[in-house]
């Protein structure tokens, strides 16, 4: 008897602990499932960056050749070629820019001439950039 006890108590933790971890998994899951969404970008990340980068980078600016208004030049990237590696913050010259990591100089460190973006909106582009740099498509060009 006291050994049929042991073995459920075995299964309950077994089951309890299957539960927790499907409960963690889930909400990584759905964190990382909303920055792939095309509204994470549309809601978080470009008023984000219309706002620390809209001077030099949007409408007619593309200082350093890049220009972020749509998907197209997003992803083309500048004058030092892509700037966004999709799913790969630690390699994405923008992001290396934002956290003033990359090079001191040329490209120098971003928002060129102004402070630093806050640890929360550095982390919201990197997670944006993680998950793919999902952004909705560009609408056809005007005939
Ligand atoms: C006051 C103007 C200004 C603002 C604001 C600014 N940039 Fe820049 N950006 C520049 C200039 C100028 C260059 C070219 C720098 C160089 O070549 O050294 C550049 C270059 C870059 C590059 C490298 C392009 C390449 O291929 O060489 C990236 C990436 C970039 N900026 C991202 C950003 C982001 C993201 C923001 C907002 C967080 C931002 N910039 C805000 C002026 C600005």
Request: hydrophobic share 45%; proline share 8%.
């Amino acid at each position: 008897m006291r050994r049929v006890l042991a073995g459920v108590g075995v299964m309950v933790a077994a089951l309890v602990g299957a539960v927790l971890l499907a409960g963690s998994g889930l909400r990584t899951v759905a964190a990382q499932g909303a920055a792939s969404k095309p509204a994470f970008y549309t809601e978080k990340v470009r008023p984000l960056l219309q706002t620390n980068c809209g001077k030099c980078h949007f409408d007619m600016n593309h200082k350093g050749g890049l220009s972020l208004a749509t998907k197209a030049s997003t992803m083309k990237g500048g004058r030092d070629g892509v700037a966004i590696v999709p799913g790969d913050a630690a390699n994405s010259l923008l992001v290396r820019l934002i956290r003033h990591e990359g090079p001191a100089s040329d490209p120098m460190p971003m928002p060129a001439k102004a402070p630093k973006l806050s640890d929360e909106e550095i982390a919201t582009i990197e997670q944006w950039v993680k998950a793919g740099a999902v952004m909705p498509d560009d609408p056809p060009p005007a005939q």
